[in-house]
C-alpha cells in the first residue's frame, strides 16, 4: 500500500515537478519502517490522504496543480516523543482524488519520510511555518481529546539549529536547511542541531 502510494506519488512529482531540482529521487522507506503491529498510537500520526485538501485550505495555502518555481527551498523535521522518532509521512500538502491518486499540492509539502520539508511556491518572499506543517499533516490540532502527545501542542517543544524556541510551536518559520525538532516529553539529547540535505535540495 506504502509503495504503491509512493510510487504515485513519485509519477505525480516527475509531472509536475518537471525540470525542477525537486525530482531528485525519493526514498523509499524500508519495509521495516512500518511497524508489524500499528498501535493506535502510531496510526494517529498517519496520513489521510481524503481529507489532503481540506487540510492544505486550512493552513491557508492554496492547491496548487503544478510545485511552483518563484521560490524553492527545504527544512528538515524531526518529531521526537520521549526521544523515540515519529515517521514523517510522504504527502504532505498533497489533495487526492475519489480514485485514489494524486490531483493537487501546495507550495508546502513531502515527497517522503525522510522529514525533509519543500517549499516549492509560485510567489516568493511568503513565509511558510512549522504550523502549517501540522495542520496539512493533520496533528496536534486540538481535534483529538484523547490527551495523547499527537492531540495538542501542549507538552511540545520546538528547536531550531538546535536552539529552543520560547514563542509557540507552530510560529516557527521554515527557512532553508533549518533542522527543526518538534519534542514531547524527555529532552533529547543531543538535540539533532543540522540535517545532512541530499545534494541539490
Ligand atoms: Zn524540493
Redesign the pocket.
Known amino acids: 500500500m506504502l509503495n504503491k502510494r509512493l510510487a504515485v506519488a513519485l509519477t505525480l512529482s516527475g509531472l509536475l515537478a518537471g525540470a525542477?531540482?525537486?525530482g531528485a529521487p525519493a526514498q523509499t522507506a524500508p519495509a521495516s519502517a512500518t511497524p508489524s503491529a500499528t498501535t493506535a498510537a502510531a496510526a494517529a500520526w498517519e496520513l489521510d490522504p481524503a481529507a489532503g485538501a481540506q487540510r492544505i485550505k486550512a493552513a491557508g495555502l492554496d492547491i496548487l496543480t503544478a510545485e511552483g518555481t518563484a521560490e524553492?527551498y527545504?527544512a528538515h523535521l524531526d518529531v521526537l516523543v520521549d526521544g523515540k522518532a515519529v515517521t514523517v509521512p510522504a504527502e504532505i500538502g498533497f489533495s487526492f482524488g475519489a480514485d485514489g491518486q494524486p490531483n493537487g499540492i501546495s507550495a508546502l509539502h513531502t515527497h517522503d519520510t525522510s522529514g525533509v520539508i519543500?517549499i516549492?511556491a509560485p510567489t516568493a518572499g511568503l513565509k511558510y511555518t512549522l504550523g502549517q506543517v501540522l495542520s496539512e499533516w493533520g496533528v496536534l490540532d486540538g481535534k483529538d481529546a484523547t490527551g495523547a502527545p499527537h492531540s495538542g501542542t501542549g507538552g511540545w517543544t520546538a528547536y531550531v539549529n538546535g536552539a529552543k524556541q520560547n514563542a509557540p510551536i507552530s510560529g516557527v518559520v521554515l527557512q532553508a536547511h533549518d533542522e527543526v525538532v518538534l519534542s514531547y516529553g524527555a529532552a533529547p539529547s543531543p538535540v539533532p542541531s543540522s540535517y545532512a540535505f541530499p545534494a541539490g535540495?
Request: proline share 0%; hydrophobic share 25%; aromatic share 0%.
Open positions: 525542477t531540482a525537486c524553492h527545504h519543500h516549492e535540495l
